[in-house]
């Protein structure tokens, strides 16, 4: 099985702020990544998949990049709805798994 | 707009079985790979089981293989999960998930909770 870090688990930045969430493979995973979004009390959502490309609907500000074991997941500019655990998750080989998560906080 | 709706979700006794299902509507949904992920009260996403589109190939995660089966009926837009020998730790939220290429989960539902407890 694939293991999947983050870090930090706890990230507390000011809106306007630029982010940077990290994500570990013990293993290469090639670009096989998704980064997902999940708001207190709500279900996740798909923000990045194959380790850069932008779902529907995400807002530019939000980028990924990485490939093997090493990716990034980058907020530009926070916003008040950018505070939330953010999660990676590689579909590379089965099982899947997904990262800890890390949640972002407002400083 | 695609809209996944779990359903079944209660409290069980330790031991018990339950079906979850979760209804698809949006989409032509025999073409699409399913999945389902869980939360625990307090922690992170768990990936559960995967389906292919017409349910010939099924992946389990470790902690339920034997136990929870993934199924799905296209003429009904209807994912499943059957869960048998339930233990506490299985109680969580557990959500369905439309797949990507069999990659990434694009469309999730709003979940359903499974309380496993005497």
């Known amino acids: 099985e694939i293991v999947m870090t983050q870090s930090p688990a706890t990230l507390s930045l000011s809106p306007g702020e630029r982010a940077t969430l990290s994500c570990r493979a013990s293993?290469?995973?090639?670009?096989?990544l998704a980064w997902y979004q999940q708001r207190p009390g709500q279900a996740p959502r798909l923000l990045i998949y194959g380790a850069s490309s932008r779902a529907i609907r995400i807002p530019a500000r939000f980028s990924g990049s990485g490939s093997g074991t090493e990716f990034t997941l980058t907020i530009s500019s926070l916003q008040s709805e950018d505070f939330a655990v953010y999660y990676c998750q590689q579909y590379n080989n089965w099982p899947y798994t997904f990262g800890q998560g890390t949640k972002l906080e407002i400083k | 707009e695609v809209q996944l709706v779990e359903s079944g979700g209660d409290l069980v006794q330790p031991g018990g079985s339950l079906r979850l299902s979760c209804v698809a509507s949006?989409?032509?949904?025999?073409?699409?790979?399913m999945t389902w992920v869980r939360q625990a009260p307090g922690k992170g996403l768990e990936w559960v089981a995967a389906t292919s589109e017409r349910g010939g190939s099924t992946h389990y995660a470790d902690s339920v293989k034997g136990r929870f089966t993934i199924s799905r009926d296209n003429s009904k837009d209807t994912l499943y999960l059957q869960m048998t020998s339930l233990r506490a730790e299985d109680t969580a939220v557990y959500y369905c998930?439309?797949?990507?290429?069999?990659?990434?989960?694009?469309?999730w539902g709003k979940g359903t909770t499974v309380t496993v407890s005497s």
């Open positions: 949006g989409l032509t949904f025999s073409r699409y790979a």
């Open positions: 998930a439309k797949v990507n290429g069999y990659e990434y989960m694009d469309v």
């Open positions: 293993q290469s995973i090639s670009n096989n």
